[in-house]
């Protein structure tokens, strides 16, 4: 079976690597993909979004399948365009159609879906530059902190969280006036605060049956102790330590299962993953975000944990069997640290080169902001790689990554040193 799956980063390495384990014969195509990818499959230089561009290598490589990594290409509609389209209306697309692509696409969207069939989640109002004062006056009824959040994708960065009413009414202003976040901030959402701790479940579904997959807590902030700016993660562990039995079956009651059925009675097809962002609140899970696909680092702790072969997985997805598959899950804990660029999340050079990387033993090493020249493997983004490891619990899979990470090296590379620190 030729696949193609579509992105450049580490879950899409992590996903390329998974589906390269197959019994079944493969050939794997990643687009635009990196310099891990381009060791297990091809890759083909072309934009996730270019769907012209896509459609020609779909064919030209005699696509059977296609994997949709990040949500851009979900969100404007990569699955839909292939349905309307008589050429490749027939070759699977692993992810969801663009209405319900939705639940990620637009803040707004996602919060009406959750007050709609009775799913856990904080307070909310939504604003728009019209209504700016009206904004200003929900603020002055909530207590610190204050959530504001760009309705639309945001690259991760559309979430604030202030401390301030007068800094949170200043940062509104920017982002419905100013536009800080260009047209995905035309709305802003503005919610309760939830204090608790923060957990990701993943539930896999072919649009009736769904299984749930490890759960994984990501972490953000790029400094120590969970301080300084929001990034795209910093590193995972799975499973996590607080989500025992109890608290997972009211994760599963009051939260995947209303969600697969709203789904389905708002007539919104899905077929693939559906990140699911919680916090537990005392004893109670709270929604507080839905992604469309894998979460990033999750991924690379959630995939190598599942035992069964991937592209079993997605074609049960595809033929719609999903219901009556045995998922099969590693009972060791994985941890993933993430390797950053210096400077990063703000301004970062490119280019750098890294080595080390092919020396590291009892670890796995997925490539997310790298490139190849000239048989060099250079850093290409923030973001730079992934080293997952296994252990008994997840003390002794993050002790394994940090001890194969002293291997590696490129300049001004930065890295979290406290994983797990909260646990």
Known sequence: MNILILG?????HTLAWKLNQSSKETNLFVAPGNAGTALIATNRSVDVNDFEAIKAITLSDKIEMVVVGPEDPLVNGIHDYFL????LSKIPVIGPQK??????????FAKQFMMRHQIPTAAYQSFTNATLQEGYAFLETLNAPYVLKADGLAAG???LILNSLEVAKAELKTMLVDQKFGSASTTVVIEEFLAGIELSVFVLTDGTGYKVLPTAKDYKRIGEGDTGLNTGGMGAISPVPFA???????IHDSVVVPTIEGLKKDNMPYKGFIFIGLIKVGDNPFVIEYNVRLGDPETEVVLPRIKNDLVDIFEAVADQKLDGYILEIDERSAATVMLVSGGYPEAYEKGKKITGFDTIQDSHVFHAGTKLFEDQVLTNGGRVMA???YGTDFKEALRKSYENIENIEFDQM???KDLGFDL
């Open 8 to 12: 450049a980063g580490g879950r899409e």
């Open 84 to 87: 309307n389209d008589t050429e």
């Open 99 to 108: 209405a319900a692509a939705r639940l990620e696409g637009s803040k707004e």
């Open 157 to 159: 960065k559309g979430v």
């Open 244 to 250: 025992d039995q109890a608290f997972m079956n009211k």
């Open 387 to 389: 080293i997952t490891s």
């Open 414 to 416: 930065n890295y979290r």
